[in-house]
């Protein structure tokens, strides 16, 4: 069974740091595309960046939201079976809920695993 863990949020003052992270385990996750969503209180979840595997051996490509570009930094480490998200000059509109998700193979559309959620808040 494939479970997620993040870790890593917190309050932070508006312009600061924080980095996410998620330890997946119970598979391989090589051949898995991984990434971040969030949900801001009375908003639907949008997806925040994405680690997409691209059907080739140790070959994956990064999405991000049009809101977060420049700003985040989503990562693997070497096994792949851990997700990062470097989030720089954070902004009140980055307060949220965010969730780590997982599915095998080249999408993350509609991902099979999620984490159960890490607060992040930044004060203006």
């Known amino acids: 069974q494939v479970q997620l863990h993040e870790s890593g949020g917190g309050l932070v003052q508006a312009g600061g740091s924080l980095r996410l992270s998620c330890a997946a385990s119970g598979s391989t996750f090589n051949s898995y595309s991984m990434g971040w969503f969030r949900q801001a209180p009375g908003k639907e979840r949008e997806f925040v960046a994405i680690?997409?595997?691209?059907?080739?051996?140790?070959?994956?490509?990064?999405t991000y939201n049009d809101a977060v570009q420049g700003r985040f930094k989503i990562s693997r480490d070497n096994d792949w079976s851990t997700v990062f998200l470097q989030m720089n000059l954070l902004e009140p509109e980055d307060t949220a809920v965010y969730y780590c998700?997982?599915?095998?193979?080249?999408?993350?559309?509609?991902?099979?695993?999620w984490g159960q959620g890490i607060q992040v808040t930044v004060a203006s």
């Open positions: 998700a997982a599915r095998s193979g080249t999408s993350l559309d509609a991902p099979d695993y």
């Open positions: 680690h997409r595997w691209t059907g080739f051996r140790g070959i994956y490509g990064e």
